[in-house]
């Protein structure tokens, strides 16, 4: 199920598809005297941390919408379910907020294709990979090292356990496989566990190795993810140490997809891959 940011975000794309449809403007909305028209965006665009179920239900009935129907019952459901609590929200401060949203994103994405450079993706770490990133970083205290790392472990479970399964593909650069992360023992069963969910009928692992020289998108990672639903658009995910940058145009979506091809063409499936 998505979290609240996510479907506030839903809620607002379906409210604006039923109005514009509807052939209603958000004037006409304002001039009802239910909401502003800045209140009216701000819903629209999934701004609104409290979106008040009755208001929605207007809004369905201006927009033609029968109280009745199943979809202005979805509609107020995920009114309601915006108050509920993201899963993540036990984790506290371990959990940045540019992550947030991402960490609902891919708990309802059917494709997921990520680019790394410098480490494995987060979802195919272990826990020794995972404690020897975080520690690496000394503005980290051993508590917050703990949560985050309890917090992507349950991030595993939670995707994994998924029905039906989502795809994940990675293309990784070989720099990232040789790089000794946490220690001789850490990386080996690091590699073990690569290995090991590439055998999964859902995953698929391609490794770029330093033999083919330079190749498109090289050392910028990003993450694509793909959803069932049209009205929730594809997602181009990349981030820095400070932030993160969510892109949904379809310019830019096309432009990585045909990036993360051309990687794939040069790559090595991991299964034939001798490290």
Known sequence: MPGPILTRRQLGRRLLNLREVAGISAGAIARTKLMSTSKLYRLEAGEIVEPAWVEVKE???MYGQNPASDLSKELVRMAKACLEAGWWEPFGSGVPKWFQLYLELEQIAHTIRTYEVAYVTGLLQTEATMRALLSANPALQAEAVDSTVDLRLKRHLNFFA???LPSLELAIDEGALRRVIGGPAAHAEQLERLYTMNSRPNVRVFVLPASVGAYAGQG???T???FPDD?????VYSEAATGAHYDESAEAFASRRATFGSMIAQAVPLEEYQL
């Open 231 to 235: 009205l929730d658009p594809d997602v």
């Open 59 to 61: 809004l369905c009935d």
């Open 220 to 222: 910028q990672p990003f």
């Open 162 to 164: 998924r029905i039906p």
């Open 224 to 226: 694509l993810l793909e």
